[in-house]
């Protein structure tokens, strides 16, 4: 089988597989047919994209088919398994894989299994999604009044005076501590006659006012007696007590200095708390003033600014995250003059519409020229002849490209050489004309490389090309008529067919 046999039928194989893909993706695959469609309505869908995960338990389920604005809620259409059956009472939310991972619309099954939402139904109950930037803006007006609170009580236990003020206080509370533990151990045993002489007392009158109210009557009748007695008795037990108070009076006289010098360190306590308390208040003053660093911090909205910049600027590191945009795309080129084939496989990486970078590589079958002197002697006469040969070279491209409404610039290196180009889009997203300026440095004093080609998309992922390569080439050899054929893919559609290919152990 000859070379030409074997590359065409590589070809056709792999344009099989490259329609059968791109079939598989696009709207003639039949993806959107499968299973059946459900809708829910959310407040916000932000970050959310189509063709998204729909999992219940953590189980893919569905895809998002479609995204759109209803009124002023975002209602999701939804594609659901058809093996898969969806309770009335389920509840939808948005989740995210990780912190900054892809979203998902996450359903909670309900409790009513016995009835399911029909095709075409609608899930009723919703969770809103999470706000991160709430959540950060929330986390840092938490984080500031901390940092308020233990600065100023820093600023206030933290000076020479309000420390001396609370080890003060505390050697205080130890003595007073100290008094007190002395004061009950001394009297520990009295304490315990008395608690038990109570619980036997309690024990006592229970059993009397249970067994014998007969007799409690009887002993009430004697104590209404014996208070008459009290009654008669009472000047000399006035007396007895007025012994008993001198006898106290002179307890209290053996032990006045211990009790002055208690009072007196009490008194000098709460003189230094209410110090404490008045430092406390200065600072605080200090503070409202903008008066020292704790004052500028907390009434200076410079550090609230630097703040809310910085949070800021993280926002705009996210949605710059969010916005890159990826696009794989692989093209083949019929050389008609040389019946030769080229390849294209290029990544274009698209932070925003106007701009992007394209990396592609290139296998060209007259990638490398060699040239040769050869010396032929016919007759006795020498003649010296310059032979050309090109070899097989795999090339590289890096491109960046800058978008000016339907017209693109692009320039950096074209083939493994430095060039530039220019794209122009006759049709939206669908006919793209353009042109090909590089190798400005060619061997044998030949003229630079151009090529004029263009594209038109049958369907959203596979396009047709054609065009003159090498147009002002004097050497028929190079100058050639071509076309082709293509396939691209975005995000979405490589996570498509990523998802579809069956993983075997």
């Given at each position: 089988?000859?070379?030409?046999?074997?590359?065409?039928?590589?070809?056709?194989?792999?344009?099989?597989?490259?329609m059968y893909f791109t079939f598989r993706v696009s709207k003639w695959g039949g993806v959107a047919a499968r299973g059946y469609k459900l809708t829910v309505d959310f407040e916000s869908a932000a970050g959310l994209e189509p063709k998204a995960d729909v999992k219940m338990a953590g189980v893919?389920?569905?895809?998002?088919?479609?995204?759109?604005?209803?009124?002023?809620?975002?209602?999701?259409?939804?594609?659901?398994?058809?093996?898969?059956?969806?309770?009335?009472?389920?509840?939808?939310?948005?989740?995210?894989?990780?912190?900054?991972?892809?979203?998902?619309?996450?359903?909670?099954?309900?409790?009513?299994?016995?009835?399911?939402?029909?095709?075409?139904?609608?899930?009723?109950?919703?969770?809103?999604?999470?706000?991160?930037?709430?959540?950060?803006?929330?986390?840092?007006?938490?984080?500031?009044?901390?940092?308020?609170?233990?600065?100023?009580?820093?600023?206030?236990?933290?000076?020479?005076?309000?420390?001396?003020?609370?080890?003060?206080?505390?050697?205080?509370?130890?003595?007073?501590?100290?008094?007190?533990?002395?004061?009950?151990?001394?009297?520990?045993?009295?304490?315990?006659?008395?608690?038990?002489?109570?619980?036997?007392?309690?024990?006592?009158?229970?059993?009397?006012?249970?067994?014998?109210?007969?007799?409690?009557?009887?002993?009430?009748?004697?104590?209404?007696?014996?208070?008459?007695?009290?009654?008669?008795?009472?000047?000399?037990?006035?007396?007895?007590?007025?012994?008993?108070?001198?006898?106290?009076?002179?307890?209290?006289?053996?032990?006045?200095?211990?009790?002055?010098?208690?009072?007196?360190?009490?008194?000098?306590?709460?003189?230094?708390?209410?110090?404490?308390?008045?430092?406390?208040?200065?600072?605080?003053?200090?503070?409202?003033?903008?008066?020292?660093?704790?004052?500028?911090?907390?009434?200076?909205?410079?550090?609230?600014?630097?703040?809310?910049?910085?949070?800021?600027?993280?926002?705009?590191?996210?949605?710059?995250?969010?916005?890159?945009?990826?696009?794989?795309?692989?093209?083949?080129?019929?050389?008609?003059?040389?019946?030769?084939?080229?390849?294209?496989?290029?990544?274009?990486?698209?932070?925003?519409?106007?701009?992007?970078?394209?990396?592609?590589?290139?296998?060209?079958?007259?990638?490398?020229?060699?040239?040769?002197?050869?010396?032929?002697?016919?007759?006795?006469?020498?003649?010296?002849?310059?032979?050309?040969?090109?070899?097989?070279?795999?090339?590289?491209?890096?491109?960046?490209?800058?978008?000016?409404y339907g017209l693109t610039l692009r320039g950096g290196v074209i083939e493994s050489t430095g060039g530039v180009g220019a794209d122009y889009e006759v049709i939206p997203e669908k006919l793209t004309v353009g042109i090909d300026a590089f190798d400005f440095a060619r061997k044998g004093n030949?003229?630079?490389?151009?090529?004029?080609?263009?594209?038109?998309?049958?369907?959203?992922?596979?396009?047709?090309?054609?065009?003159?390569?090498?147009?002002?080439?004097?050497?028929?050899?190079?100058?050639?008529?071509?076309?082709?054929?293509?396939?691209?893919?975005?995000?979405?559609?490589?996570?498509?067919?990523?998802?579809?290919?069956?993983?075997?152990?």
């Amino acid at each position: 089988m000859s070379r030409e046999a074997k590359v065409g039928i590589f070809v056709i194989l792999g344009l099989v597989i490259l329609m059968y893909f791109t079939f598989r993706v696009s709207k003639w695959g039949g993806v959107a047919a499968r299973g059946y469609k459900l809708t829910v309505d959310f407040e916000s869908a932000a970050g959310l994209e189509p063709k998204a995960d729909v999992k219940m338990a953590g189980v893919p389920v569905g895809k998002v088919e479609e995204i759109r604005l209803v009124g002023d809620r975002a209602r999701l259409d939804l594609r659901i398994d058809g093996k898969t059956r969806i309770p009335v009472d389920s509840v939808a939310s948005i989740q995210t894989q990780g912190l900054l991972g892809e979203k998902y619309v996450e359903i909670t099954p309900g409790k009513r299994s016995d009835q399911t939402l029909p095709p075409g139904g609608r899930v009723a109950n919703t969770v809103p999604p999470l706000n991160l930037d709430e959540m950060i803006r929330k986390f840092s007006m938490m984080s500031d009044d901390i940092k308020r609170f233990t600065e100023t009580l820093s600023g206030t236990l933290g000076t020479e005076e309000g420390k001396q003020a609370l080890a003060e206080i505390i050697r205080n509370i130890r003595e007073a501590s100290a008094v007190l533990r002395n004061v009950s151990t001394a009297n520990e045993d009295r304490l315990n006659r008395i608690l038990a002489n109570v619980d036997r007392l309690s024990t006592d009158l229970q059993d009397i006012s249970s067994v014998n109210k007969e007799d409690l009557r009887a002993t009430m009748a004697n104590f209404r007696a014996f208070s008459q007695t009290l009654k008669e008795q009472t000047p000399g037990l006035a007396s007895k007590l007025e012994t008993m108070g001198d006898q106290v009076g002179g307890v209290v006289g053996e032990n006045r200095e211990n009790i002055k010098e208690s009072i007196a360190n009490l008194k000098q306590a709460f003189g230094k708390l209410d110090n404490t308390l008045s430092a406390a208040e200065r600072v605080m003053a200090k503070i409202e003033r903008g008066e020292g660093t704790l004052g500028k911090l907390v009434n200076d909205n410079t550090t609230v600014g630097s703040l809310n910049d910085a949070l800021e600027g993280i926002n705009r590191y996210v949605r710059k995250t969010e916005s890159l945009k990826t696009f794989l795309d692989y093209r083949l080129e019929y050389l008609a003059e040389s019946s030769e084939y080229k390849h294209y496989v290029n990544l274009r990486l698209q932070p925003s519409p106007d701009k992007y970078y394209l990396i592609g590589v290139v296998d060209d079958p007259r990638g490398k020229l060699t040239s040769q002197s050869v010396t032929t002697t016919t007759d006795g006469v020498t003649s010296r002849q310059q032979q050309d040969a090109y070899s097989n070279k795999l090339k590289i491209s890096a491109q960046v490209a800058k978008r000016f409404y339907g017209l693109t610039l692009r320039g950096g290196v074209i083939e493994s050489t430095g060039g530039v180009g220019a794209d122009y889009e006759v049709i939206p997203e669908k006919l793209t004309v353009g042109i090909d300026a590089f190798d400005f440095a060619r061997k044998g004093n030949r003229q630079p490389h151009l090529k004029a080609f263009g594209n038109y998309d049958i369907v959203k992922n596979l396009f047709i090309t054609g065009g003159v390569d090498d147009i002002i080439s004097k050497d028929k050899n190079l100058r050639s008529f071509f076309f082709g054929l293509g396939i691209k893919f975005a995000d979405d559609d490589l996570k498509t067919v990523l998802g579809a290919v069956p993983l075997r152990p």
